[in-house]
């Protein structure tokens, strides 16, 4: 049996970045990451015993001359606003791709608010990058994420369409049309494709991968808004396709009289949890 982990598979620039700024800070004392800084259990189990400490919002008044790690999907005003009042560094690790994002969001809503208009972000309610940007505007955002919420929208007035940045483009393409068909004059609606294309560009990728392979292993975190989208490309070209977080969660049978096996993983997904898996299915051929 052949097992191949994909090349292109593993953590995006901006968490690279966040995990080497916490491991940074780390060699000068402790840190506290202000939620998991990144959605996978492992590896966040991983810097923990480094001693980084994972915190919510509510623990912040608790850290005075201490550091926090504002992790890539990034934070609202209002959470630097807190940090400042209550005495906590602030190590800033917003990957900048989110960073430019957050501005684009604020200059919309100006825009917006000059003609009576309305923001529209494709994204998951309740995701930390989504609430950084709806925070840029103190919520003043409509966030959808499926046709039917686009009943919320107001399709008499403008709209400025944007998008989290680890959104299918395919489904912000597909919403982009269903607003097109709705409003009144094609002036009306200004499309901003916010997606980032070092996340977008895997899914053309992974559907060969998953595509030229008997068994598909996609690993990543639960809480991983980017792995439920690539899982589901996955599905689509293999139904062989699994999901797992560890390799305890293998299952002998998956294997049974399979020629290759593809592992590839969310943009939270590190190298060494795959190499890991890939060594848990050789040994349970063997």
Known sequence: ?????????GFCFGVVRAINEAEQALQSGSVASLGDIVHN???????ENL????????DIPTLRGKRMLIRAHGEPPRTYALAKECGVEIIDATCPVVAAL???VKEAYRKMSEVGGSVVILGKRGHAEVVGLTGQVEERAIV???EEDLEQIDFSRSIYFLSQTTQSVEKFRRLAEKMRQRVADDSMLTVDDTICRRVSSREEHLREFA???DVVIFVCGRKSSNGKVLYNIC???????????????LQKEWFEGVESVGICGATSTPKWLMENIAEAIVSIEN
């Open 1 to 9: 049996m052949r097992v191949e982990i994909d090349e292109h598979s």
């Open 41 to 47: 259990r492992m590896e966040v189990q991983r810097l």
């Open 51 to 58: 001693g980084l400490q994972t915190i919510s919002h509510a």
């Open 102 to 104: 957050q501005r684009k």
């Open 144 to 146: 959808v994420e499926s």
């Open 211 to 213: 595509s030229k392979h």
């Open 235 to 249: 599905q689509q070209e293999n139904e062989h396709s699994y999901n797992i977080e560890e390799a305890s969660e």
